[in-house]
């Protein structure tokens, strides 16, 4: 049996008065409030965009994407890039999530408009792992 600890449970910051559930980190977990809004950046150091929301399988209750917001301007012209969450790896430095693509290739990279989501499904998932060389 898989024995947690209070260290595993707790959070940097315990939940006060006012504040029923906390949604900060621990060493291992963070909240999806503080991964919303989170810079990504090219392997070159280039910011891309941010990640505009998580797409979490229902029944494993992994992160399967992260859903990149890219340009636009006060929420005009944003087109949202699904990104395997298993292509983003954190940099402390940065303080932002790195994915191993530039700016060029983004442009050819799955992406979807607020009036065009695509279908998440098996199809969608196993091109949008092809493209950016993850394993399905």
């Known amino acids: 049996m898989n024995q947690m600890t209070s260290e595993t449970l ?3 910051k315990a939940a006060g008065p006012g504040n029923s559930v906390s949604t ?3 060493h291992d977990l963070i909240s999806s409030d503080k991964v919303d ?4 950046y090219s392997t070159d150091g280039e910011k891309l965009g941010h990640v505009d929301h998580l797409m979490i399988g229902k ?3 992994q992160v399967k994407y992260a859903v990149m917001s890219f340009g636009g301007f006060l929420g005009l012209g944003e087109s949202y890039h699904p990104i395997p969450w298993d292509a983003l790896d954190y940099d402390t430095q940065r303080d932002g999530y790195v994915v191993a693509i530039d700016k060029a290739k983004l442009h050819d ?4 408009t607020g009036d065009s989501p695509p279908v998440f499904d098996a199809n969608f998932g196993a091109g949008l792992y092809r493209y950016y060389g993850v394993f399905y």
């Open 109 to 112: 990279a799955p992406y979807y």
């Open 10 to 12: 707790m959070p940097d």
């Open 37 to 40: 809004g989170t810079a990504v």
């Open 24 to 26: 900060e980190e621990t």
């Open 59 to 61: 029944r494993s209750g």
